[in-house]
T-cell receptor, first 111, second 112 residues
Framework: EAGVTQFPSHSVIEKGQTVTLRCDPI?????LYWYRRVMGKEIKFLLH????????ESGMPNNRFLAERTGGTYSTLKVQPAELEDSGVYFC?????????FGQGTRLTVV | GENVEQHPSTLSVQEGDSAVIKCTYS??????FPWYKQELGKRPQLIID?????GEKKDQRIAVTLNKTAKHFSLHITETQPEDSAVYFC???????????FGTGTRLQVTL
């Protein structure tokens, strides 16, 4: 069974630019989550999709972040415009009501 | 909202010794407590979890204990091996499909 896949694995962009992260969950998983870990701190929740609907977006830091999950399959997280404090590792996870399976993360560096 | 604190931030033990990592949570509605292990450059992986109707759970060398009254839970690793070296995260949730609130992680180093 394929796991949760994230693209790209690394991204370095300049402040003010736009970046789009992609997550492919495990096939059949209705729940898809985005998390972020900033420099040695805790892994923080960003938002939760159930199929194509946003169940909980309470962790989204501001309106520069836009997440979509069209068709209830893969998801994208766009940061526009990126700021220095957006640097960190962005994790995606999926579940079908049980264990949450994580992707390897996208390391985003904003310079 | 939920707040999870995790200690220690780093832990160094000799191979064969035991390691204990402790977490506290704030929200009494939390009822699901997973532990994730993240090896260098790899994805976080669930190693054990416990639900609030259980006080202790064991899986080979790994055990987790939960004290609902005190709102704390701990991970115990016995007979540590070099491959146990990783960052360990505790988390809390009010349901298995709900968001996870993580602790800040513990970097465990098992030395020979």
């Amino acid at each position: 069974e394929a796991g949760v896949t994230q693209f790209p694995s690394h991204s370095v962009i300049e402040k003010g630019q736009t970046v789009t992260l992609r997550c492919d969950p495990i096939s059949g998983h209705d729940n898809l989550y985005w998390y972020r870990r900033v420099m040695g701190k805790e892994i923080k929740f960003l938002l939760h999709f159930v199929k194509e609907s946003k169940q909980d977006e309470s962790g989204m830091p501001n309106n520069r972040f836009l997440a979509e999950r069209t068709g209830g399959t893969y998801s994208t997280l766009k940061v526009q415009p990126a700021e220095l404090e957006d640097s960190g590792v962005y994790f995606c996870a999926s579940s079908q009501g049980g264990e949450a399976f994580f992707g390897q993360g996208t390391r985003l560096t904003v310079v | 909202g939920e707040n999870v604190e995790q200690h220690p931030s780093t832990l160094s033990v000799q191979e064969g010794d035991s390691a204990v990592i402790k977490c506290t949570y704030s929200d009494s509605a939390s009822n699901y407590f997973p532990w994730y292990k993240q090896e260098l450059g790899k994805r976080p992986q669930l190693i054990i979890d416990i639900r609030s109707n259980v006080g202790e759970k064991k899986d080979q060398r790994i055990a987790v204990t939960l004290n609902k009254t005190a709102k704390h839970f701990s991970l115990h690793i016995t007979e540590t091996q070099p491959e146990d070296s990783a960052v360990y995260f505790c988390a809390a949730s009010d349901g298995t499909a709900s968001k996870l609130t993580f602790g800040t992680g513990t970097r465990l180093q098992v030395t020979l």
